[in-house]
């Protein structure tokens, strides 16, 4: 699996999808978190609601 920035570029790639949000999705999420700030990066992906583009506020 390729997990994409809201850019479309590559920001990692894995083949154990549950290790990968396990561990490395909190290091990845503090880089993006970063360059994306308008973007939602849950603390907890398992229970998060999935959600395309920026949230609107309204």
Known sequence: MHLL???YKPVQVTQDLKSFWQTTYHE???ELRMRYP???WPEDPW?????RGV????
């Open 38 to 40: 308008k973007h939602h």
């Open 47 to 51: 229970t998060a609601e999935a959600v």
């Open 55 to 58: 949230k609107r506020k309204g």
């Open 5 to 7: 920035s809201p850019g």
């Open 28 to 30: 990845v999420r503090k």
